[in-house]
């Protein structure tokens, strides 16, 4: 089965940065889709990051140019380097994986069949 892990979570002050991992097992980057995710309290799970079609990346608005998608295939591991850190940004960040042939990304939790955990990532003002 393929199962994201997440890690790399924690607390910083805002301007801070991170930097998450999602170790994965049984997934070909150049075959598949990994997308972030996130939720604060109260509000939605919305989507910050993908990457799909062989390398390709996609970014929100809320996070382009801040965040940066990129993956390690020896390691079966993404990473989600994140910088510029605001007190937005909280929240529980989820990994997920989507089988398929996209060739855009797919922004939706529903596309996604594999979910991580999730890693905890608390910005202070």
């Known amino acids: 089965q393929v199962r994201p892990v997440e890690s790399g979570g924690g607390s910083v002050q805002d301007g801070g940065s991170l930097r998450l991992s999602c170790t994965t097992s049984?997934?070909?980057?150049?075959?598949?889709?990994m997308g972030w995710f996130r939720q604060a309290p109260g509000k939605e799970r919305e989507q910050v990051a993908a990457?799909?079609?062989?390398?390709?990346?996609w970014y929100a608005d809320s996070v382009t140019g801040r965040f940066t998608l990129f993956p390690d295939n020896a390691k079966n591991t993404v990473y989600l380097q994140m910088t510029s850190l605001k007190p937005e940004d909280t929240g529980v960040y989820y990994c997920?994986?989507?089988?398929?042939?996209?060739?855009?990304?797919?922004?939706?939790?529903?596309?996604?069949?594999?979910w991580g955990q999730g890693t905890q990532v608390t910005v202070s003002p």
């Open positions: 997920a994986a989507a089988h398929g042939l996209w060739l855009s990304a797919p922004t939706q939790p529903g596309h996604y069949q594999f």
């Open positions: 049984g997934v070909t980057f150049s075959r598949e889709v």
């Open positions: 990457l799909y079609g062989g390398g390709r990346t």
